[in-house]
């Protein structure tokens, strides 16, 4: 091997430019959910061109460090904890463990359907009346982040669920569920489109989200819901492990 040809090879400027980001970003020159300055701006203060800082920009968006918001900008992502120990693996909210955000609210709402073909195959047991229930994660006035779950009236009766206590509600799908689940299945997918309850919402980056699919089990054949989580692509970060 020619090693002497392979130390001659020159780093990416854009490389050098992620780095120096980086460090301003762990020194806190530029914070956790501070806007960076705008393209023209910061490529002229580092001195470089704007397509340079956008192969760099881009870096640190895969990486979920810097998050870009269609007409807003890029803001800092705190990725520097978060997730650093969480995984998919484990039976816990995937909301909480695959989104940059720490959410200011969530909010609930919920209505009773008639069952359909869809409701059985999800919920694996007939029933005479579903609970459907959305949750609108909210960072600011920006809705970051979406669920739609799916419930048999005969669980929600079964762990005496009041649907009118939004409070309690919110805890049971956020938190206590996955107390109560012994078991899980997952899927992952990618979509382009979002279609929301509530037709005057609007979520950032809905044309480009992951959607994880959710099934949680207790001891019976058929789950105790059906949940379908939309993460933008610009607000995840999903982690795996792999074993040999």
Known sequence: MNTNKHAQLKR???????????LQIKKGVFPVDSRLPSEPDLASRLGISRATL??????????????NIRGKGNFVVNSFGKHEDVHLEK???PMHKCHVSIFDRIDTHYRLDEDTEYTKQVLKRDSS?????????????????????FMSMQTVESLSLDLNNKEQL???????VYENANRGEMEIKYTHTVSLAHKKEKLIGDNECFL??????????????YNKFYIPQQFSNIKLNIYN
């Open 12 to 22: 990416p400027l854009y490389i050098n430019v992620y780095d120096e980001l980086l």
């Open 91 to 93: 039976l816990s909210n």
């Open 129 to 149: 009346t579903v609970v459907a229930v959305e949750r609108l994660y909210r960072k600011g006035n920006d809705l970051v982040a979406y669920a739609f779950t």
């Open 54 to 67: 956008r192969q760099a920009l881009a870096l640190l968006q895969d990486d979920g460090i810097v998050r």
């Open 170 to 176: 919110l805890n049971f799908l956020e938190n206590q």
């Open 212 to 225: 994880i699919l959710e099934s949680l089990y207790n001891n019976a054949d058929y789950p105790i819901m």
